[in-house]
């Protein structure tokens, strides 16, 4: 196995230690503050005491076969809220209510997986009832921010030729604007009832859960013609691990412990863009 080693400041005696409890035979840089260590003893054990060593040295480290290459994937899935985006946009539109404690609340504990994700959604767009439709405007324009290296991880993975789907619980307003503004291939999220310029508390459709995710990232690869073993998936909620589960690389981004234990990649510190890395 390879180890990747990557922060965002590293040091190289500092690599050099991690990468000997692996007994490393080979170490290149692969990166300005990234690290390849070649041919690693590996084992759970190993794993966990490489874990235990890089997260007070505020490193990811992710064990991954040689060989692999990002032009071996077809499709890169990203979950959108906490994902590619800095923020809960449910969250933030309950902020505009003076709600934003009571929903945070539910949101979490959605994304941890103690409640499941269709009913947490449910009551926390009832909490929004009666709000103007113009609060989800301000919340784009005020709020939203891409995460670390979102831009340059999409612009690698669009140069290798891979189609890219934002599969969202959130909702068509942001996933729309998202899209067209990063050039993105396909998205599915959930749809607001507006009335009268007001948030009436209620989605209409059906709601985009954990299920709902999976089967989107089968239908774009059946459409693609690629088994969902070449697709990417990125996530950070219990609600994403569904999909996660399908692909040939899952990847949590500052995920909930639930998550980060049955992702392939775990990506703690550095940006969406770390994980070039595991293919340099």
Known sequence: ???????????????????????????????????????????AG?????????LPAALDCTFIEPGRHLADFGLLAMDMDSTLITIECIDEIADMQGLKPQVAEITESAMRGEIEFKESLIRRVA??????????????DERLQLSLG????LAAVKHAGIKTLLVSGGFTFFTDRIRSRLGLDYANSNLLEIVDGK???????????????????????????IPASRAIVMGDGANDLK??????????????????????VALNFVGLDGILSLFA
Not at 46 to 54: F, G, H, N, V
Not at 127 to 140: I, P
Not at 202 to 219: H, L, P
């Open 46 to 54: 190993i794993k966990a005491r490489i874990e235990a060593e890089c």
């Open 199 to 225: 948030l009436t508390g209620r989605v209409t459709g059906g709601i985009v859960d954990a299920d709902e995710k999976k089967n989107t990232v089968e239908r774009v690869c059946a459409e693609l013609g």
């Open 1 to 43: 196995m390879n180890l990747i080693l990557q922060g965002l400041a590293t040091d190289r005696p500092t690599i050099d230690r991690i990468a000997a409890l692996a007994d490393a035979q080979r170490i290149v840089q692969v990166g300005e503050h990234a690290y390849r260590c070649e041919q690693t003893a590996f084992s």
């Open 150 to 153: 979102a831009e340059s991880m």
């Open 243 to 264: 999909m996660m589960g399908i692909s040939g690389l899952s990847v949590a981004f500052r995920a909930k412990p639930v998550v980060r234990a049955q992702a392939d």
């Open 127 to 140: 909490l929004l009832k009666g709000l103007d439709a113009s609060a989800l405007q301000r919340v784009y």
